[in-house]
């Protein structure tokens, strides 16, 4: 089985500071992580991945993420948050053996204001 | 390059009816998931579609089943309706041995 956990239901940073969105996961073998972004009534636009390589990935829009495999988190990050950023994330994981479902945290709210 | 496109964009039907969603994939993509949004249970795998083939389906009732064409869209069909299938109805899609996949905006099927 795998899951990812987002702890937080929402985060909220002012403009100009830096965002942090956590994540962590459950799979059995290597994982495969991905964040998601979503405006209202939108569907899910992809941000960025980890399949394997750096721990650090850089994404879409400014973001990045950190692979920590002894914690493993997959928390999203950015410098200098908009408040064009304002949205609900998700993480998602799939295993890397290749049956290509993706499994989704529950998702975090981003609030930035200015 | 066009992204994943879905259609209808809304539908609403009564309980006990059949519904049909559709989905073309990206050109060049082999692959078509499915996922559920529904309030409160946040996004779940539905089925993944390679090839014309049904790879994978997650814990839904067979009253959820698909298919994929030869040019690779995609059909899903919700039979005998219940209300909790109120949702929003993601379609996805990749080239097969790819990682991310690319999602289009959704059918929110509604259910009265």
């Known amino acids: 089985a795998q899951s990812v956990a987002q702890p937080e239901d929402q985060v909220n940073v002012a403009e100009g500071n830096p965002l942090t969105v956590k994540c962590t996961y459950s799979v059995s073998g290597n994982p495969y992580l991905f964040w998601y972004v979503q405006y209202p009534n939108r569907g899910l636009q992809f941000l960025l991945k980890?399949?394997?390589?750096?721990?650090l990935v850089k994404g879409s829009y400014g973001f990045e993420a950190e692979f920590n495999k002894s914690q493993t988190s997959f928390h999203l990050k950015k410098p200098s948050a908009l408040v064009s950023d304002s949205a609900l994330y998700f993480c998602?994981?799939?295993?890397?053996?290749?049956?290509?479902?993706?499994?989704f945290g529950a998702g975090t709210t981003v609030t930035v204001r200015a | 390059e066009a992204g994943v496109t879905q259609s209808p964009t809304h539908l609403i039907k009564t309980r006990g009816q059949q519904a049909t969603l559709r989905c073309s994939p990206i050109?060049?993509?082999?692959?078509v998931y499915w996922y559920q949004q529904a309030l409160g249970l946040g996004l779940q795998f539905l089925l993944w579609?390679?090839?014309?083939?049904?790879?994978n389906r997650g814990n839904f009732p067979p009253r959820f089943s698909g298919r994929q064409f030869p040019n690779y869209s995609s059909e899903l069909n919700v039979n005998a309706l219940e209300l909790e299938d109120s949702a929003l109805y993601l379609c996805?899609?990749?080239?097969?041995?790819?990682?991310?996949?690319?999602f289009g905006p959704g059918t929110r099927l509604t259910v009265t």
């Open positions: 998602a994981v799939s295993r890397a053996s290749g049956d290509y479902k993706l499994s």
């Open positions: 980890y399949i394997t390589g750096d721990n």
């Open positions: 996805a899609s990749s080239p097969y041995f790819h990682y991310e996949q690319y």
């Open positions: 579609y390679d090839e014309g083939e049904e790879r």
């Open positions: 050109s060049g993509h082999t692959s």
